[in-house]
């Protein structure tokens, strides 16, 4: 038999592990060719190894194969042949009389038995700082240790796989019976703990007591159940409210009303003297003049003057008190009557000051351009992760319309894969415009408007018919401010609102206008100037595409 040098020896196998660990029958014959490229010069070795293993014996052992059967991470090709391997690595030598070989082996057992028993109780008690995250809030004490384990490997691959089922492959859910990554990904969006019915009942065996279901009378809870249901029926209304609220912090974990503290409070040991000073409102022990008692003051002051010619100078001068007056100062009439500050507003066109009736800041932790939507939407900002979601599917399920309309299925997957992000969002996350503005508009089926001092735009639905009447159409504003951040703005009624993109209008078929008689915000000429005039673009349907 020849032997080969050291470095073509480690060359054939690391083939073969590649080999055997191709995870479809492309991949798997794709290597299949390479192992014979550095075996051509071992003929015999490769039509052994190709003959006598590969062909008869390959379903049994590449994972291509092996990978379409739930196994729970068991692949041994010969459990009888490990178990023996275990025991000769014990006894050592074949020296020995059969009563020291019986006590060897039933060491080996009970050693065993009481790893596995250690492994559950790990699994039970054991708390691991990486596992605290929400999304396995309802498998921590309950599932394997070994199981969580697995689903971790699996959470680190979202980023990479997203909810692609192609890329993500769906390994783990076949063999293993665990979510994949593709899974975890839309438990992460909605935001959801994994639930406890997505693990595979072996995983839940954490005991070697006798399964509950032969036991039923001991471990129902019908008895408790029947007595809660005749409580509830006795209760009054307010009662059956209260009680309610509890069973359904028992049934859905995920919906307590109990949530950790904002800051850690420290609550050991007294405040050093030298890092905290007590300011001298603290300390004293007498009351706060009430508002009334300094505007009697002033009134005195002042005679019968009108309250707005107050001189806040002389109400602090007769106030009692001076230092509390420094303490708590309270705002002059004069400030009070003038007008609200907008924030944001000189991030604005000037044109549209005078239309603006509010506008509110939103969370900046880089998803404040979802979160604006979301507000404006009457779902509540932190339902951010949500419109994220939605625009996922809707970018996958019109993947034909947008891949014509953004110039490629390249460009859209790069849209989708950008939208998708779990917390904090980075750059490359942010809201794009007008990409997203199309997106929303169409998924939502509401009118999008833009407002920035670059440029102002208003996003049209692509597909589904805008109301006939002005008064039904559903519009929302945000702006981008700061370079940075989105915000939702609030205009008054009759307000104007920026021309739809030119790119839009490629794509709208002329003979299917909704006249919608829309308010829009037009420059004039080359002045800079907002002209409010009624357009008759409508909302078009997309049907170029």
Request: proline letters at 5%; aromatic letters at 10%; hydrophobic letters at 40%.
């Amino acid at each position: 038999m020849a032997v080969f040098p050291k470095k073509k020896q480690v060359q054939i196998m690391e083939a073969w592990e590649a080999l055997i660990y191709s995870y479809d029958e492309a991949q798997y014959y794709m290597k299949l060719a390479i192992f014979e490229g550095i075996c051509s010069n071992c003929s015999i070795f490769y039509d052994y190894v190709h003959e006598q293993w590969l062909i008869p014996h390959k379903e049994r052992f590449v994972e291509a194969w092996t990978n379409r059967v739930m196994h729970f991470g068991n692949t041994t090709t010969q459990r009888v042949e490990s178990a023996h391997w275990s025991l000769k690595r014990i006894l050592q030598d074949s020296i020995g009389d059969i009563c020291s070989v019986w006590e060897t082996i039933n060491s080996m057992i009970v050693l065993q038995h009481n790893e596995i028993i250690a492994s559950f109780e790990k699994s039970i008690i054991q708390k691991v700082h990486r596992y605290s995250n929400r999304l396995y809030a309802n498998l921590r004490g309950v599932v394997s240790k070994n199981a969580i384990d697995h689903i971790a490997a699996e959470y680190d691959r979202v980023k990479y796989v997203g909810i692609d089922q192609t890329e993500c492959r769906c390994t783990i859910r076949t063999t293993h019976g665990l979510p994949c990554a593709c899974e975890i990904a839309r438990y992460s969006m909605i935001p959801r703990s994994i639930p406890l019915d997505a693990i595979h009942g072996w995983w839940s065996k954490v005991t070697f007591h006798v399964d509950a279901s032969s036991q039923p009378s001991e471990l129902s809870v019908k008895h408790e159940i029947d007595v809660i249901v005749k409580k509830f029926e006795e209760l009054d209304v307010p009662g059956k409210i209260s009680l309610k609220g509890k069973l359904r912090e028992i049934a859905y974990p995920s919906t307590t009303s109990m949530f950790p503290p904002v800051a850690k409070v420290k609550t050991k040991g007294a405040p050093k003297k030298g890092k905290s000073k007590v300011s001298k409102r603290d300390k004293s022990t007498k009351r706060d003049s009430s508002w009334w008692e300094y505007v009697d003051a002033s009134v005195r002051c002042s005679g019968t003057n009108a309250c707005s010619t107050i001189d806040i100078s002389k109400v602090e001068k007769l106030a009692p008190r001076p230092s509390v007056q420094k303490l708590t100062p309270r705002p002059s009439i004069s400030k009070v009557q003038q007008p609200r500050v907008l924030l944001f507003k000189d991030w604005l066109p000037f044109e549209i000051h005078k239309f603006i009736d509010d506008i509110i800041d939103v969370g900046d932790d880089g998803n404040c351009g979802y979160r604006a939507v979301a507000a404006l939407l009457g779902m509540g900002e932190n339902c951010w992760a949500f419109i994220r979601q939605q625009c996922v599917i809707e970018l996958q399920e019109f993947m034909s319309h947008y891949k014509i309309l953004f110039g490629g299925e390249n460009y859209v997957r790069q849209l989708i894969h950008n939208v998708y992000v779990e917390q904090v969002a980075s750059k490359d996350n942010w809201m794009t415009l007008p990409e997203m503005g199309y997106v929303i508009a169409s998924k939502f089926n509401v009118v999008v408007v833009a407002l920035s001092l670059n440029q102002s735009q208003t996003y049209f639905p692509l597909r589904s018919p805008p109301p006939t009447s002005m008064s039904d159409h559903r519009v929302i504003v945000i702006a981008f401010v700061n370079n940075c951040h989105f915000v939702q703005v609030y205009l008054k009624s009759y307000s104007p609102i920026p021309p739809a993109s030119n790119l839009w209008k490629n794509y709208c078929n002329d003979q299917q206008v909704i006249c919608g008689n829309i308010i829009a915000m037009k420059k004039h000429d080359n002045e800079n100037l907002f002209t409010r005039i009624a357009c008759n673009i409508g909302c078009r349907y997309f049907q170029k595409l």
